[in-house]
């Protein structure tokens, strides 16, 4: 069966700081691959998806950038933190446009910038 | 651009009624899903709906889409204090996108 690891679960981060959130896809090939954001305000914010190996489609221009060194790793990034990083961290895959598509998520992290 | 809206945002309702939560969206597509959301925790899926008069039915919730009218309905029957939680529609984008789109959230709490 397929399995989603996201890490870390939770972090607190000083401004100006960077991140790494990684995501990892077990038990299946070629996912697609999803960062979306939850800010206290409860919607979700897609920031990045990945259909492939260095196919990363930005939605939302900011601070933070992606990247897919293998086929089943996400991980999200910045150099400098803002207070507005802040927020609930989800990673999720799907299995491509046949069938579905179902997105499942992984159990985020939690990011605090102080 | 698609957008997703639901409504009402907030719904706070005694254990044993019926109450229906709507999904609109902006611009015709196909699969439109459901998904519910637990204090502090990550989302799980409930439902896929995958065509115009699609119904899936797990417990006491029920789904349906009108690709016609552009709507979902989340339908509770009888709630129960368990089925408190944030439900989310989502849709997927144009033209075969991969992305979704996910409306704002309903945030259900069922009281004793």
């Known amino acids: 069966s397929q399995t989603i690891h996201q890490w870390p679960a939770t972090l607190v981060q000083p401004v100006g700081s960077p991140l790494s959130l990684e995501c990892t896809v077990e038990?299946?090939?070629?996912?697609?691959l999803y960062w979306y954001r939850q800010a206290a305000g409860r919607g979700l914010q897609l920031l990045f998806y990945?259909?492939?190996?260095?196919?990363i489609s930005s939605e939302v221009p900011q601070n933070l950038s992606a990247s897919r060194p293998q086929d089943r790793q996400f991980i999200l990034s910045s150099k400098k933190l803002l207070l507005s990083d802040s927020g609930f961290y989800l990673c999720?895959?799907?299995?491509?446009?046949?069938?579905?598509?179902?997105?499942?998520f992984g159990a985020g992290s939690r990011l605090t910038v102080l | 651009e698609l957008k997703v809206e639901q409504n009402p945002l907030f719904l706070s309702m005694q254990e044993g009624k019926n109450y229906t939560i709507y999904c609109n969206y902006s611009?015709?597509?196909?699969?439109l899903y459901w998904y519910r959301q637990d204090p502090g925790k990550s989302l799980e899926s409930l439902f896929v709906?995958?065509?115009?008069?699609a119904v899936k039915q797990e417990g006491r919730l029920m789904a349906s889409l009108d690709t016609k009218a552009r709507l979902s309905t989340l339908h509770i029957t009888a709630a129960v204090h368990d089925l408190s939680a944030t439900y989310f529609c989502?849709?997927?984008?144009?033209?075969?996108?991969?992305?979704?789109?996910f409306g704002k959230g309903t945030k259900l709490t069922v009281n004793p």
């Open positions: 038990g299946t090939s070629n996912p697609n």
């Open positions: 709906l995958l065509s115009n008069g």
């Open positions: 990945s259909v492939g190996i260095g196919q």
């Open positions: 611009t015709t597509s196909d699969r």
């Open positions: 999720a895959w799907s299995q491509g446009s046949s069938g579905a598509n179902v997105l499942t």
């Open positions: 989502a849709r997927r984008g144009q033209g075969g996108s991969e992305k979704l789109v």
